[in-house]
């Protein structure tokens, strides 16, 4: 089985930095491997990438470049889950965790038997295969150790559970979701860490976490050095600076505003 270095990050406690990718362009994928982040977090939740042959590329893409991917599915669906897995993701990430049923459902879904319920095929491509040395019973214990699930902390019936959710068995990680959490309390603001709730509620999962010794992630809002530090501070252990899609548009409005408004406004003038 590959080697998956966000478990190895995970299990040493390490701070890992990644970016969200909405265009499911493997291009992007690889710059982001050899540009030194630590792992993609690939949406298919917001896009209408699937558990098919264009992210089994982007999977191959960040394994040119040696970066690893955690993929947020759309849903807490044991099929994607299971295909996603078998394309090589080395995380999946479960929206909408509200409950410990919830919980359970994702984890015992992205494990095999006895864990949980995972399909059994070794002609898939995180087992490479079966071609070569392949040895089944190695395979699932490694897959069983080493696969990742994260739930997403994005309601407010979440956080009405936290501590049935944090003591599920299996379920390794929580990713904080600021603007669900902000939607679901009532206020309609983006990656806005002091939207009403939205702060007590990261700190009431900190030390959730850390009563269930839960790792966390948690996107970098905004984006900045200061933001960062104060989440390391906190305990987050993986953090996300934006996505493509916001990064690519933020570029594209700062060299027009810099370099061409300045050149268009001299060209109108009078």
């Keep these: 089985m590959r080697e998956n270095k966000f478990r190895i990050g995970l299990d040493q406690s390490e701070i890992m930095f990644g970016m969200g990718v909405f265009s499911a362009n493997p291009a992007f994928v690889e710059i982001l491997g050899y540009a030194g982040f630590d792992f993609v977090f690939l949406d298919s939740e917001h896009t209408p990438l699937a558990a098919d042959h264009a992210l089994e590329n982007i999977v191959r893409a960040a394994d040119a470049s040696g970066i690893s991917i955690v993929l947020r599915v759309k849903g807490n669906d044991e099929h994607m889950l299971r295909n996603a897995l078998e394309m090589g993701v080395d995380a999946v990430c479960v929206p909408h965790v509200m409950d410990r049923v919830d919980a359970e459902r994702a984890t015992r879904a992205a494990r095999f038997p006895p864990l949980g319920t995972r399909g059994a095929s070794a002609e898939v491509r995180a087992a490479r295969y079966g071609a070569g040395d392949f040895d089944w019973a190695t395979y699932v214990a490694d897959a069983n150790r080493k696969t990742v699930v994260i739930g997403l902390a994005e309601d407010k019936e979440f956080f009405e559970n936290l501590d049935d959710i944090l003591s599920v068995v299996g379920l390794d990680m929580i990713n904080f979701g600021p603007s669900d959490l902000a939607m679901s309390l009532g206020h309609p603001q983006l990656y806005a860490m002091d939207a009403p709730g ?20 948690c996107p970098a809002a905004p984006p900045t050095l200061a933001s960062v530090e104060a989440l390391i501070a906190a305990g987050v252990t993986a953090i996300t600076l934006r996505n493509d899609i916001v990064n690519f548009r933020s570029l594209c409005q700062d060299f027009m505003s810099r370099i061409a408004r300045p050149i268009r406004e001299r060209s109108a003038a009078p």
């Design 198 to 217: 939205v702060r007590p509620a990261f700190e009431r999962l900190m030390q959730g976490a850390r009563r269930h010794r839960k790792a966390v992630m």
